[in-house]
């Protein structure tokens, strides 16, 4: 099955989500890659850039090592969306509700979304299988059609 892919950019977010998040061990690490090089051209013109990702010392990023090649500190992790997305959500499921206010709304039709106070949004949920109507304040509002 084809899946995009998409990099954590940079360290320091890959650092979010393992330290300070605690979200990384949720992910199947089976499946994601450290980058160590990127070659990057135009499509219309032969114009190309390459990065290299600098050799280790001693970090705890060393994707690879041999004794024919030293080891390499990726410049970014290859992970799959969906392994993302999967990660995070077991995430939120075990450890993450009830502890910052997290909650999963799902199954719910957004009738409404309005400025609230200090400028977050309050989003009107319809009552779904006879519930009731409910409004929400959110910092983060996450949504897909």
Do not use: C
């Amino acid at each position: 099955m084809y899946v995009r892919r998409a990099p954590i950019p940079t360290l320091a977010a890959h650092d979010l989500l393992r330290t300070a998040i605690g979200a990384w061990p949720h992910l199947d690490l089976s499946r994601t890659r450290g980058v160590e090089e990127m070659q990057v051209w135009d499509g219309l013109s032969n114009a190309r850039i390459t990065f290299s990702a600098p050799y280790a010392e001693s970090t705890p990023y060393a994707s690879t090592s041999t004794s024919e090649y030293p080891a390499i500190d990726p410049m970014a992790t290859l992970v799959e969306n969906l392994n993302l997305q999967r990660g995070l959500l077991s995430y939120l499921k075990t450890k993450g509700q009830g502890k910052g206010g997290v909650e999963l709304v799902d199954g719910k039709k957004v009738v409404g979304v309005q400025p609230g106070e200090g400028g977050w949004p309050v989003v009107e949920l319809e009552g779904v299988g006879g519930g009731e109507a409910r409004s929400l304040r959110a910092r983060l509002l996450v949504s897909s059609v």
